[in-house]
């Protein structure tokens, strides 16, 4: 049972891995705050290979990983204050009429990410989960999907 959460754990941290960054943003400001999403994005791909067995483990780069998405993490909030738009953004309107619940999840991923535990494969498989259901928690409330 106990490994049965951990494979749906980790699919779920895979599926909400978003495929491309956006091409064509003009907006300065929107696009740093994507480039602070594809930070995190490269964190969790790194970690999700692992994870998955498509790499092979090592604790050094895992924890680089770690600590890159953790400190990506911990700006999303200033990268996301401004109201800004773009044609090509997929952030929701909705994003600057909750601020803060948008930041309460903002800090659910910096914590997630700092919990995570890079020492070994086992541990880096047990505790990636929530980190996965942290992206999607966000996205599903604040990204759209176009
Ligand atoms: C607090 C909310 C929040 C959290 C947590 C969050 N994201 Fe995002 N993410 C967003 C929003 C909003 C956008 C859309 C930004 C835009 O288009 O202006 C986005 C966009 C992205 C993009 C597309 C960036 C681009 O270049 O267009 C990627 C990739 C991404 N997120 C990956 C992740 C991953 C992986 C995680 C978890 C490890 C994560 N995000 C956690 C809110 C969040």
Same mark, same amino acid.
Request: hydrophobic share 45%.
């Given at each position: 049972?106990?490994?049965? @959460?951990?494979?749906?754990?980790? /699919? ?6 978003? $495929?491309? !960054?956006? %091409?064509?943003? &003009? ?18 791909? @790194?970690?999700?290979?692992?994870? /998955? ?6 604790? $050094?780069? !895992?924890? %680089?990983?770690? &600590? ?79």
């Amino acid at each position: 049972m106990k490994t049965l @959460t951990r494979i749906c754990a980790l /699919s779920l941290v895979l599926l909400a891995l978003p $495929a491309f !960054a956006k %091409e064509g943003v &003009t907006n300065p400001t929107v696009k740093a705050r994507m480039d602070v999403m594809q930070v995190i994005r490269g964190g969790m791909a @790194t970690l999700g290979d692992m994870a /998955s067995g498509k790499a092979t483990f090592d604790a $050094a780069r !895992a924890t %680089e990983a770690k &600590t890159a998405m953790a400190a990506a993490a911990a700006t999303i909030v200033p990268a996301f204050q401004a109201p800004e738009t773009d044609p090509v953004t997929e952030a929701a309107p909705a994003i600057w009429e909750k601020f803060d619940d948008f930041s309460t999840k903002a800090e659910s991923l910096v914590t997630a990410a700092e919990a995570l535990n890079t020492a070994s494969l086992d541990g880096l498989k047990g505790s990636l989960g929530p980190v996965g259901a942290s992206c999607k928690s966000c996205h599903e409330a604040y990204r759209l999907s176009k």
